[in-house]
């Protein structure tokens, strides 16, 4: 992530006010299942890890991501693209499901890892925790019912790729 960071000019860093207020928000909700990762780099990132259950009985690798920005993103780690002929298919297959779940984007990354993302925009003053909650919980519900049949497609998943950080 560091490699491809770019600077802030000088004097204008601001400071990641979203983790504070969701690390916050999870202490007085009882939710201790998120380890903080504190990123040190120009945008303050802070990266909250945790693993989903998905499917029948998988595990994927979550982390809620936030900076200074605008943005904070929920990203889920699915697994790795299938090689050969499957690729096309399941490439395919993660485009029609772009199509019909208009809060969820599901990408294939050069290094074939595959991630479902969410993204929440809000200004700091505005930041209210319980939606990137409520996001978290439709993305239980979405991998209850699609990862069984997501996870038959890949090549690896989520939880068989051993250490897989973001």
Known sequence: MAD?????PQGVRHKNLKADAFEKY???EGLNFFRRQDVHDSFDTVIFMT?????ASHK?????ITNNSMYLLVRVHLGTCPKGPARQTFLDYINQL???HAI???SVERDDNVFLDVCVTSRDERFDPSVVRTSLDLLVFHLKEYYDDIARRL?????QTNGFTM
């Open 4 to 8: 491809n960071v770019t600077p802030f």
């Open 26 to 28: 999870m202490k007085a």
């Open 51 to 55: 693993a989903l259950p998905a499917g």
């Open 60 to 64: 994927v690798v979550t982390a809620v």
């Open 98 to 100: 772009n199509g019909h």
């Open 104 to 106: 969820v984007k599901y």
């Open 155 to 159: 090549d690896k998943t989520s939880d």
